[in-house]
Structure formats: C-alpha cells, structure tokens
C-alpha cells in the first residue's frame, strides 16, 4: 500500500530537528510556519494540511459538533497522518527521532491522538489548546516523549478539565507532560509562545 499522501510544505533546516506544524480548523499549510520559526529557528519544517473538510475550512479529523469527535474518524486520521510523518523522513531525509509536533487546537488534537494510538512518532509536543481526542483501549507507552500543553484560562471552546484529563492521560501512558495555563481565551498571545520556547530550550532532543 503506497503511503497517505498530504498536501504539504517541507522546508530545510540548518539544524538536524525537524518541526511538524499541524494547523487548527480553517487554517492551511502555510499558516504555522511564521509560528514554527519563532519556536525552533532553524529546523526543518513538516506541515501539512488537514484533509477532511468542514464548510470548506480543513481540518485534520471530522467531528460531530464542536467538541464531540468522530472517533473512527480520528482512528483513521491518525494512523494516516503517522504514515506520512514516517514516509516524509524518508523522502526529505529527516532524522524521525528529531522530531518536534507543534499544533494549534484541532492540529493539537490530531497530535495528541497520533501519540495516544501511534506511541512516539514524536519525541516531543508543543499542543496548544488541546483536548483528549479519544480514550485508547490499550495505553501506549509514551516514556522517552515530552509534551507541552499550552491551555488558556477562559478558553471557550476547550473547558479547563477537558485540558487537565488529557495531561493526565499524556502522564499515565508515561509521557512527561507540563500544563501551562494563561490567561487567555482559544486564542495564542504572546506569553504562550514565550512559555512553549522556553520548554523548548529546556528539553533539547
Ligand atoms: C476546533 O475548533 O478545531 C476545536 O477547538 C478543536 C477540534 O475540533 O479538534
């Protein structure tokens, strides 16, 4: 079977780890990378775009209603988006096991749901805004992975307990995950993106 092919950007880096942006509903492969430079200058970019789509708007996974998943069709997703990560390395050379996710809430969840149902496909994540995209039947075993979770406290569409279940899981599967709270709503400021950079300086590959 050939791989799951994505519309998708790669762009070189000068440093050997590459960056997998996966943008939120409505937004293309091209909407991360200004994000994605300032958090990890230098790496290789991966970034592709969602392919269900709602009201024309892409996204990485259908859903029933704001924040009710198709859960076969986030299955699915996953298991495409994690086979076109690993066929990307090698067509484009990269070193897999240098590899960061950076998503932005629908992308953040189709990251957290690569990891919970495909294990270490990334070492480490950067989720903004992220729910638990499903409950996997076996836990996987996610002990080398680091994620960040960047939430916001007056979030409207993902409630604060939404966020803490998911570093809970992220935590029980092995994962070491630090919930970063600010106060904002579903939108990125500022202090997310120091805070998420900061990580990232901390816990090098
Ligand atoms: C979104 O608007 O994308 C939601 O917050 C998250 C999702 O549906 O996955």
Do not use: C
């Not at 409505?26 to 200004?34: A, C, F, M, S, Y």
């Amino acid at each position: 079977m050939s791989a799951p092919e994505f519309i998708h950007r790669f762009i070189p880096g000068t440093r050997p780890d590459t960056l997998l942006l996966l943008h939120g509903t409505g937004g293309d492969e091209n909407d991360l990378i200004p994000l994605g430079e300032s958090l990890l200058p230098g790496a290789a970019i991966l970034s592709p775009r969602g392919k269900v789509l709602e009201n024309a708007m892409p996204r990485f996974f259908r859903r029933i209603a704001e924040g009710l998943f198709d859960i076969e069709d986030v299955k699915l997703r996953a298991a495409e988006l994690a086979a076109f990560v690993r066929h990307s390395a090698e067509r484009y050379g990269f070193n897999a096991s240098r590899l960061t996710a950076a998503g932005y809430s629908n992308g953040a969840n189709i990251a957290a749901a690569v990891l919970l149902l495909h294990g270490p496909v990334f070492s480490r994540a950067v989720l903004f805004r992220a729910m638990v995209p499903l409950e996997p039947d076996t836990p996987p075993d996610l002990g080398d992975v680091r994620v960040f979770l960047g939430a916001g406290r007056q979030d409207p569409i993902v409630p604060p307990a939404n966020t803490e279940r998911l570093a809970a899981l992220l935590q029980r599967s092995g994962a070491d995950a630090t919930l970063h709270w600010s106060s904002a709503g579903h939108n990125l400021t500022t202090g997310d993106l120091d805070a998420a950079r900061k990580w990232l300086e901390q816990f090098p590959i």
